[in-house]
T-cell receptor, first 113, second 112 residues
Framework: GESVGLHLPTLSVQEGDNSIINCAYS??????FIWYKQESGKGPQFIID?????DKRQGQRVTVLLNKTVKHLSLQIAATQPGDSAVYFC????????????FGAGTRLAVHP | NAGVTQTPKFRVLKTGQSMTLLCAQD?????MYWYRQDPGMGLRLIHY???????AKGEVPDGYNVSRLKKQNFLLGLESAAPSQTSVYFC???????????FGPGTRLTVL
């Protein structure tokens, strides 16, 4: 809820600009990655996912890039809108066979008019 | 479809009290999960279930118990609440592995 996002890194962008949110993951064996969006007072909402056999995947206004060499994931949002303001989490699927997701701490995206 | 629902939305407990959080999903998902979210931290897995009648420990299971008597419901219990359990609790479900997890709206729990 409202307390989520305290002490998180913040990315401030102007409405209409493109946003890039970065994430470093920990396990080189992770085979599946997800980006979630969390608005204040709500649960995380799926944005886009990518499997480790891909480098790039595009959705509506969003693109996820995966660089396995440096264990880096990025989320690109085109033409950022005020409704995109939220905390964004990346998650990696670890070992265990039960769809275990390991979540990053999140990045707050603030969109200014 | 309602998706994933959680009850209650808010709760305040005194130290030592017990309570149960209810999660329900209407998507016929096999897997269900309980997470906690603390300020400045990512979601941490408490317990999970890969099917009706099965449960297993996640990353931070101490002080919590769970039950999955029906496929659509996953209950999280606190037998003796402690202030360290003050958090926002999220339930999630997924069909199988390699599928997104769908999250509920959360329960904000405060333990005094």
């Amino acid at each position: 809820g409202e307390s989520v996002g305290l002490h998180l890194p913040t990315l401030s962008v102007q409405e209409g600009d493109n946003s890039i949110i970065n994430c470093a993951y920990s396990n080189s064996a992770s085979d599946y990655f997800i980006w979630y969006k969390q608005e204040s007072g709500k649960g995380p909402q799926f944005i886009i996912d990518i499997r480790s056999n891909m480098d790039k995947r595009q959705g509506q206004r969003v693109t996820v890039l995966l660089n396995k060499t440096v264990k880096h994931l990025s989320l690109q949002i085109a033409a950022t809108q005020p409704g995109d303001s939220a905390v964004y989490f990346c998650a990696e699927r670890g070992s265990g066979g039960y769809n275990k997701l390991i979540f990053g701490a999140g990045t707050r995206l603030a969109v200014h008019p | 479809n309602a998706g994933v629902t959680q009850t209650p939305k808010f709760r305040v407990l005194k130290t030592g009290q017990s309570m149960t959080l209810l999660c329900a999903q209407d998507m016929n998902h096999e897997y269900m999960y309980w997470y906690r979210q603390d300020p400045g931290m990512g979601l941490r897995l408490i317990h999970y279930s890969v099917g009706e009648g099965t449960t297993a420990k996640g990353e931070v299971p101490d002080g919590y118990n769970v039950s999955r008597l029906k496929k659509q419901n996953f209950l999280l219990g606190l037998e003796s609440a402690a202030p360290s359990q003050t958090s926002v609790y999220f339930c999630a479900s997924s069909y199988v592995s390699y599928n997104e997890q769908f999250f509920g709206p959360g329960t904000r729990l405060t333990v005094l």
